[in-house]
């Protein structure tokens, strides 16, 4: 018996790191015996633990090649850890956000088509009621295109397949990218407009989104400028990340 509990648990996370590292992720899975050389373990260690963790969802194996990958559980973890951690570094530069433009924000996410939003905070009378939780197309909306900024021509269609005007979408993703937010004006609902700036990670990937929307009439003359203060905010939830934040956005004309 293992007089040191936790030395069960540091050997997973060798496993674990030994998967996640740059040559398990090129090669899309480590075998048993590549595993064992990079973790200083017996075989049959390795394999009895892999086991374990398949069983559990923490590792995968590939059926054709034996292979072991990084789980779906596992991943499922993550993410949820990584949205608490976004929406904790997100609300207080949100509500700051709000009452500067006493308007509504929110904080959303892409969903496969869909954008979600996971925080709404309102700086004014109006609010749009309802959003948290509820997915909205991504293509129609200034936050769906500021979370589809990493995508490729391919992904697009990919992700999209049965979409038309893809390349009207395509330009629209990069006029996004060029002013640093997208803006919508009563595209995705009659009489609704809004601004949506991307929030990076540690990596400089796109993760989330910050949105402010409003009724039109309100917020057209000023929706320029909500895009600025907007992008300046994703940019400091982006710093809380991790993330050094880039050239500042320019003016639309």
């Known amino acids: 018996m293992d ?31 590549r595993l064992a050389q990079l973790t200083g373990r017996e075989k049959s260690q390795v394999s009895r633990a892999l086991k374990a963790l398949a069983e559990e969802g923490v590792v995968e194996r590939d059926p054709d090649t034996l292979e072991y990958r990084m789980g779906r559980r596992l991943f499922s973890l993550v993410a949820r850890t990584v949205e608490d951690r976004l929406a904790r570094a997100a609300e207080p530069v949100m509500r700051a956000l709000s009452a500067d433009l ?15 939003t ?17 997915g909205v197309p991504a293509d129609r909306t200034s936050a769906g295109r500021v979370l589809l900024l990493d995508a490729t021509p391919d992904e697009l269609y990919v992700r999209f397949p049965s979409q038309d005007g893809l390349p009207a979408l395509w330009a629209k993703i990069q ?42 009439p309100r917020i057209a003359a000023s929706l320029s400028a909500a895009g600025l203060a907007t992008a300046a905010a994703a940019a400091t939830v982006s710093d809380h990340l991790g993330w050094a934040a880039g050239p500042s956005p320019t003016r639309l004309t």
């Open 3 to 33: 007089r040191h509990p936790g030395h069960g648990l540091r050997r997973d996370l060798d496993l674990l790191e030994a998967l996640a590292s740059e040559e398990g992720q090129r090669a899309g899975g480590l075998g048993v015996v």
């Open 102 to 116: 006493e308007e509504t924000v929110h904080l959303c996410v892409l969903r496969d088509q869909e954008v979600l």
């Open 118 to 134: 996971l925080l709404s905070v309102s700086g004014h009378s109006f609010r749009v009621h309802g959003w948290e939780g509820r």
């Open 175 to 216: 006029d996004a990218r060029a002013h640093g937010f997208a803006r919508v004006e009563e595209e995705f609902e009659p009489g609704l407009s809004g601004v949506s700036a991307p929030i990076r990670d540690f990596r400089g990937r796109v993760v989330a989104a910050l949105n402010v929307s409003a009724p039109h």
